[in-house]
């Protein structure tokens, strides 16, 4: 016990370094949390924020209403301007926008009593329309965005890519909008900042500061924060540019709030700046990084901040649970460790679920349910192999592993063959029970199923039973092969010599085992002999009922030595046994007159 022990406290450690790789984290990130939001589903969304979306159906409509012949629609004329008429009819796709189409879109924000704009676009060429759009940023509170990336050919270099200074003078300031998410995967979450620029902040935190007065707090090293998700792709109330700009005006439900600007199309797949989320109901959908800023600033607002704990506890609590689960497998016989298993497993999800939803805590749960299956398969193969070991006393070896790895099911299997049948009983056994007593007759009696089954089976034997003091073996044609009768020969030839050594280590004292060995060869039914309810490893068919008869014509028998071994004429024929071999002995008469041709097996 305190080796599996040992070994429980093991795995567990493993399995804790484990959750401190990168495979460790991407698995609970891409697994783990979808799970945990899948149990906490959809919540309620702060409406202190809105999504103005550039799709690719707004910048259509856009660049329609560019195109259509005659003057512009007047609700649009200040923002189809010649220059941005011409410059819509040079684009494709989601942009980019003229610079009047933004101060347009600002204007009917300002209009509509937005609190606050953050544009998670760059603004950084010239443009007619600038003085325009700069106006339009002094206007209201608005955020700009900068972009970050790696330098070409400088590795560890960030090269900063900022707004025109017109434009960053106008707004209340300027941060970075940087998604943490490994390609191919879900997304990681935020950076906080960006090594090489500390004055450089994310845009939700400085969007939180404006919002809510409090100042920001010390910058610190960059580090990428969790979002917490409301729901699938556009939870966050969208609204396009036909409804921002339509003939009747802003829609009144963006008054007092935050609104983001940017691109957001989750309905077109392949867009950049476009993430997977690990929620259950996006349905492929990737979530825009404007809508993910937005988020982040939500949470920051409301203080719904999602916390992961550091990683060194991470792996504490994996390596913890992977040692319980190790325990139960190992420790706990059967079912009972299974149980334990399933109990712990679901214990763990309540507890990590209820976590995430109360306290939006991001514990593990990809990992230790991976390793409670893990655990779950090492307690059925050692269940297995005890089984295999248990089977293997009650029915031969071969035909244990038939039985646990046979496809049929619980169907019961047997075989019409050829084989040889081996008899071996104790002579007198009964008068021997009566010296010895219960006990010590007991381990002479297993002392000899000893000595006779192991060369039975080293010569490719099956043990059927142990019918009283006897030993029944088979020699099936399909397990011992075509010279079936010669295997069978050499173990008989093998339990003598073995009876034979008993007897000389016996050094002259009184060995009351000796033994009586018949065999015969021909066809049997071989296999779970019995009913659907109960069956057991048998060979049966007039060669055993044979066999039967040729051991008790050997009680008749005066024989020198420890043992006397008697073969039926097909036994010698098959095993091709020389007449130097063999002392004829006449013919049985069985019971219905059948003859059995009797040989004795010569040393």
């Known amino acids: 016990m305190a080796l599996r022990l040992a070994l429980a406290l093991l795995l567990g450690l493993v399995a804790g370094l484990a959750a401190l790789t ?53 609700h649009l004329a200040d923002c189809l301007t010649p220059p941005a008429r011409a410059a819509l009819g040079e684009t494709f796709g989601t942009g980019p926008l003229p610079r009047a ?29 600038d003085a325009r759009l700069a106006a339009a940023l002094a206007a209201l509170p608005t955020l700009l965005f900068e972009r970050v990336e790696p330098a070409p050919e400088l590795p560890g270099v960030m090269l900063r890519h900022s707004p025109r200074e017109v434009f960053a003078a106008a707004a209340r300031g300027t ?33 939180v500061a404006e919002i809510s007065g409090r100042p920001l707090p010390p910058a610190g090293p960059p580090q990428t924060r969790p979002v917490w998700f409301y729901g699938p792709p556009a939870s966050i109330a969208h609204l396009g540019l036909p409804e921002l700009l339509a003939a009747a005006g802003p829609p009144a439900w963006l008054a007092g709030r935050t609104v983001f600007v940017g691109l957001s199309d989750p309905e077109t797949p392949g867009l950049p700046d476009h993430f997977r989320v690990p929620l259950p109901g996006s349905d492929g959908r990737a979530m825009a990084g404007v809508e993910i800023m937005a988020t982040a600033f939500l949470n920051g607002l409301s203080g719904e901040r999602m916390v992961r704990p550091p990683p060194l506890a991470l792996a504490g609590i994996v390596a913890g649970f992977a040692a319980l689960a190790f325990a139960a497998a190992l420790l706990l016989p059967g079912k009972r460790g299974l149980q334990a298993g399933a109990a712990l497993g679901a214990g763990w999800v309540l ?3 209820g976590a995430f939803l109360g306290a939006r ?27 295999r070991r248990v089977i293997g006393r009650l029915a031969p070896p071969a035909w244990a592993s038939d039985i646990l790895d046979r496809r049929r099911g619980t169907e019961r299997v047997v075989r019409a063959e050829t084989a040889t049948v081996l008899v071996c009983d104790v002579v007198g056994s009964t008068a021997i029970g009566r010296g010895l007593g219960n006990a010590a007759f007991k381990g002479a009696m297993e002392g000899f199923y000893d000595m006779v089954s192991a ?24 397990v011992a092969g075509p010279d079936h009768a010669v ?65 008790r014509r050997g009680k008749a028998l005066v024989f020198e030595g420890p043992a006397i071994c008697l073969l039926s004429a097909a036994t010698v024929a098959a095993a091709g046994l020389a007449p130097t071999e063999v002392e004829d002995l006449g013919t049985l008469v069985l019971a219905g007159q059948e003859q059995v041709r009797l040989y004795r097996l010569l040393p």
Not at 37 to 56: F, H, K, N, T, W
Not at 183 to 193: I, N, V
Not at 467 to 475: E, I, N, R
Request: glycine content about 12%; some cysteine; proline content about 6%.
């Open 455 to 478: 060369p039975i089976e080293a010569a490719g034997g099956l043990i059927a039973e142990y019918p009283g003091d006897a030993t029944f073996a088979v020699f099936p044609e399909s």
């Open 175 to 207: 941060g970075l909008s940087l998604i943490e998410a490994p390609a191919g995967g879900f997304l990681e979450g935020y950076l906080s900042g960006i090594a090489g620029h500390p004055g450089l902040r994310d845009l939700a935190s400085l969007a």
């Open 101 to 129: 189409v933004y101060a347009c879109a600002l204007e009917r924000l300002a209009a509509a009593g937005a609190r606050l704009v953050v544009l998670d676009v760059l603004f950084a060429k010239t443009d007619a329309a």
């Open 22 to 74: 990168g495979p460790g984290a991407r698995l609970e990130r891409d697994l783990g949390l979808r799970l945990l939001y899948g149990l906490r589903g959809e919540v309620a969304v702060p409406q202190e924020a809105a999504i103005l979306a550039i799709d690719r159906a707004g910048v259509d409509w856009l660049r329609f209403e560019a195109r259509a012949p005659g003057p512009v629609k007047p």
């Open 351 to 353: 507890i990590a679920g």
């Open 361 to 387: 805590l991001w514990l593990p749960v990809a990992l230790p349910l991976g390793l409670l299956g893990l655990a779950g398969f090492v307690a059925l193969a050692l269940r297995y192999l005890m089984a």
């Open 487 to 551: 295997h069978a020969v050499r173990a008989a030839r093998a339990a003598i010599a073995a009876a034979e050594r008993r007897v000389a280590a016996a050094a002259g004292a009184d060995d009351p085992l000796r033994l009586r060995i018949a065999l015969n060869t021909g066809p049997a039914e071989i296999g779970d002999i019995g009913t659907d309810r109960r069956s057991y490893y048998r060979a049966v068919g007039e060669t055993v009922t044979q066999t039967f008869a040729i051991e």
